[in-house]
């Protein structure tokens, strides 16, 4: 699986405009419920669907994709509020370090580490979080038709669910679907959207 800047753009183009994923609103939810709003990482922000409505709804955003035209079109969003508080990086999340963050979400894009880089990624992620903190995001299970490609990480959902063990899972959905991707490409899709607190 390539990260190479520019594998993406067709499907930035395809999703432009879509709404935010169900696992950053069941995130912001609890976080509502709690009347906290904070700081955020959007690991593989693309062009902002997520990192959107993190920014209307107060919060600070650093959104990090290897796609520099991802980003920019984030950057230029016609909807983006004003005195938005956005910070964009162009890294692969695989490297970059980011500060201590209320929330880490990342949609549809985590898989995308190859494994042997997960366990330090993931760490990664753990320790960023301030106390109370949640991840949002997806991670693909082994019966997804992508498993075994180069540079991707898949989960059986033990495993997956092992990765919040000492956590507090507030949301774990296993899916299973045969659908077309926002590419026009037939899949088996097989993943878990999971929010939890830390
Ligand atoms: C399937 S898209 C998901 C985009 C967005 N989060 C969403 O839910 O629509 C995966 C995103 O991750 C980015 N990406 C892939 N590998 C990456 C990496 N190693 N570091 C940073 N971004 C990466 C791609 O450029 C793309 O924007």
Same mark, same amino acid.
């Given at each position: 699986?390539?990260? +190479?800047?520019?594998? #993406?753009?067709?499907?930035?183009? @395809?999703?432009? *405009? %879509?709404?935010?994923?169900?696992? /950053?609103? $069941?995130a912001?939810?609890a976080?509502?419920?709690? +009347?906290?709003?904070? #700081?955020?990482?959007?690991?593989? @922000?693309?062009? *902002? %669907?997520?990192?959107?409505?993190? /920014?209307? $709804? ?27 508080? /956005? ?13 201590a963050a209320d929330l880490v ?17 993931w760490?990664?992620i753990g320790e960023s979080l301030r106390p109370g903190g949640r991840f949002a ?26 990765l919040f063990a000492g956590w507090t899972i507030e ?24 929010v939890a607190r830390r």
């Amino acid at each position: 699986m390539t990260t +190479d800047s520019g594998h #993406f753009r067709p499907y930035h183009e @395809a999703v432009a *405009g %879509r709404p935010p994923r169900p696992t /950053l609103l $069941r995130a912001l939810a609890a976080f509502d419920a709690e +009347d906290r709003v904070g #700081f955020a990482v959007d690991l593989g @922000a693309g062009e *902002g %669907r997520d990192a959107i409505v993190l /920014l209307q $709804r107060g919060w600070s955003v650093l959104a990090i994709d290897s796609d520099t035209t991802a980003l920019a079109r984030l950057r230029t969003r016609s909807d983006l509020p004003e005195g938005a508080r /956005l910070v964009t990086l162009e890294a692969s999340f695989v490297d970059a370090a980011w500060p201590a963050a209320d929330l880490v979400n990342s949609s549809f894009a985590l898989p995308l580490c190859p494994p042997d880089r997960f366990p330090a990624l993931w760490a990664r992620i753990g320790e960023s979080l301030r106390p109370g903190g949640r991840f949002a995001g997806q991670l693909y299970g082994e019966r997804d038709s992508w498993a075994g490609r180069p540079g991707l990480t898949v989960h059986t959902r033990g495993a997956a669910r092992a990765l919040f063990a000492g956590w507090t899972i507030e949301m774990f959905e296993e899916e299973e679907t045969d659908a077309v991707t926002p590419r026009g490409e037939a899949k088996h899709w097989h993943i878990f959207h999971v929010v939890a607190r830390r």
